[in-house]
Nanobody
Framework: VQLVESGGGLVQPGGSLRLSCAASGFTFSRYGMSWYRQAPGKEHELVASITSGGASTNYRDSVKGRFTISRDNAKNTVDLQMNSLKPEDTAVYYC?????????WGQGIQVTVSS
């Protein structure tokens, strides 16, 4: 199983970024996927999740209305569109999947929101 994130970087407050996670090594369409983040000195927190078919999504309250999680089961990718970014969104973002009862994480990608 491999999860590889891309798309992070530095953005000004109010700006947008799109993160993408490319998955391989398992039948992607059978599993729900999630994005987590970890800010300096803080615990990992769940940002958004999506079911295997993409019909259902969930978000933490602080990102509702600003972030959108989506997936493409033909391309084995799960994306996180982040709009109206705030400095408190600054963190390392991780793609996550619980595959066959084992937890897998991507390497993480830095998102910095600063003027």
């Amino acid at each position: 199983v491999q999860l590889v994130e891309s798309g992070g970087g530095l953005v000004q407050p109010g700006g947008s970024l799109r993160l993408s996670c490319a998955a391989s090594g398992f039948t992607f369409s059978r599993y729900g996927m999630s994005w987590y983040r970890q800010a300096p000195g803080k615990e990992h927190e769940l940002v958004a999740s999506i079911t295997s078919g993409g019909a259902s999504t969930n978000y933490r309250d602080s990102v509702k209305g600003r972030f959108t999680i989506s997936r493409d089961n033909a391309k084995n990718t799960v994306d996180l569109q982040m709009n109206s970014l705030k400095p408190e969104d600054t963190a390392v973002y991780y793609c996550f999947g619980r595959i066959a009862l084992k937890d897998y994480w991507g390497q993480g990608i830095q998102v910095t929101v600063s003027s």
